[in-house]
Structures are given as structure tokens and as C-alpha cells.
């Protein structure tokens, strides 16, 4: 078994979540003994204003949220202890044309957002520091056994499998930091480029963030002013809420 891979302070960070609807009990949810310990009375507030989704739901969504965020802030700070009431959730729109719930949060120095999807039998969320998304990549999926140790490897394999398409590589591999969080390495070391794996009950979900994209040579800079002129080529790039 290799070593943990010392921490790096990341230049940019990722974070995700997602939970099993079915691995929960919502009468429990319900109760203010449970609920308080996960969010506060100004965000009680904010689901009597937003209406339409089951209070239980709404507990999880923050729980899912709140997750996200400290996932995203512990790759820079590893001293950080998740406790769900110190990570305030100021905003939060319900769906509209693109189906998520959007929010937004405050956590230290950082401004973050969130986008979340809910369905009957799930709630997933991620998180970035950019509002658009811009070079963040997400995705989830069902798996059969819910067991950790299936858990882990499905997640594992399911965002190596996004991370070859994406970068037409196969000598990519994912371990674990000295902090906990993991690491996308190819054969010379770590890359730069922030990855977050999440696993509850029958779901797995992964996100991860490009770094920007290199100075383009002047050989190319024709082909995209091309691409800008007639953008339904095969040039332009996916969006990133995948």
C-alpha cells in the first residue's frame, strides 16, 4: 500500500455531495433535536419563504451543501472540523429553467455556490467559488452494493472513466492525501487539477475542476476566431453541468 500523498496547497478546490433518500429516516429529520444540529433558525427561515419541498428534504439539501462547501474549503485549510452551523447558507433559489437549486454561502474569506439536484431518490450536490461553473464537471450515478469498500472503488472507477474522456489519458490513478481528500496523479506526480468523490447507500458522485487553459499558439488563434464566427462546430466545448 503506497504512502499518503503529502498535502499541496491547491490553487483552485472542488467539492461535492450526495445523498441516498432511501438510507434516511424522515420523521427523524423532522424533529428539532435533529435538525438543529445541522441548520440554524435564519435558515429555517429560508424554507418557510421557499416552499414546495418536504422539510426533510430541505435538511438534507443543507446537509448536502454544507458538505460540499467543507470539502471545497479543507483542501486549503486541513485543520478545519466539519460542524454544519458555522457554514451559513445566505441564499438559496429553487429550480428554475435548468432544474437546480442554487445557493450561496459565505464560509470564511470565501464566497461559494452551490447547484443541487433532487429527485425522489436522491440529493446531489457541488460546489465552486466561480458562479458560472466555468471548468467544473460533475456527475453521479447508481451502484448495486452499498457496502464502503464497493462504495470507494465504484466512485473511484466512475470518475477515472470521466477523467480519461476528459483528458485523453490513461495513466491517470487517484490516492489519498496525507489530509484525507484525493488526489489525481499521473506518472510523474500530482496534477493540478482538484477532484472530490462522494458515497451514500446505492449512490456515487464525483466533481472535479479544470485549470485554465494554456496560451493558445498563433498557428491556432485562426481555427478559433472561427469557432467564434460559427459556433456550432465540432470546437465548441460541453457544458459543464454534465
Do not use: C
Not at 428534504?57 to 474549503?73: A, F, G, Q
Not at 486549503?76 to 442554487?102: N, Q, R, W
Not at 458515497?199 to 493558445?216: E, T
Request: glycine content about 6%.
Amino acid at each position: 500500500m503506497s504512502a499518503p500523498i503529502p498535502h499541496q496547497q491547491p490553487i483552485a478546490s472542488t467539492g461535492n455531495d450526495i445523498v441516498d433518500l432511501s438510507a434516511t429516516d424522515p420523521q427523524r429529520t423532522s424533529s428539532y433535536r435533529f435538525y438543529s444540529r445541522i441548520i440554524s433558525g435564519e435558515e429555517k427561515t429560508l424554507y418557510d419563504q421557499l416552499g414546495g419541498l418536504p422539510f426533510d428534504n430541505y435538511v438534507w439539501l443543507l446537509w448536502s451543501i454544507k458538505e460540499s462547501v467543507y470539502k471545497y474549503t479543507s483542501r486549503t485549510d486541513t485543520a478545519l472540523v466539519f460542524a454544519p452551523l458555522t457554514i451559513p447558507v445566505l441564499h438559496l433559489d429553487p429550480p428554475s429553467g435548468d432544474g437546480f437549486y442554487k445557493s450561496m454561502v459565505i464560509y470564511g474569506s470565501e464566497m461559494l455556490y452551490s447547484r443541487s439536484i433532487i429527485t425522489n431518490r436522491l440529493i446531489v450536490t457541488v460546489v465552486s467559488n466561480d458562479e458560472n461553473f466555468d471548468r467544473t464537471w460533475w456527475g453521479f450515478r447508481p451502484i448495486d452494493e452499498a457496502g464502503y469498500a464497493d462504495q470507494s472503488a465504484e466512485v473511484r472507477t466512475f470518475a477515472l472513466g470521466k477523467l480519461h474522456s476528459a483528458l485523453l489519458r490513461t495513466d491517470l490513478r487517484i490516492e489519498k492525501s496525507a489530509a484525507g481528500y484525493p488526489v489525481l496523479l499521473d506518472g510523474k506526480g500530482p496534477l493540478d487539477i482538484p477532484l472530490s468523490l462522494a458515497h451514500h447507500g446505492h449512490f456515487i458522485a464525483y466533481s472535479y475542476r479544470l485549470p485554465p487553459d494554456p496560451p493558445v499558439p498563433s498557428s491556432r488563434s485562426a481555427i478559433l476566431k472561427l469557432a467564434v464566427l460559427f459556433p456550432n462546430n465540432s470546437l465548441n466545448r460541453k457544458s459543464a453541468a454534465n
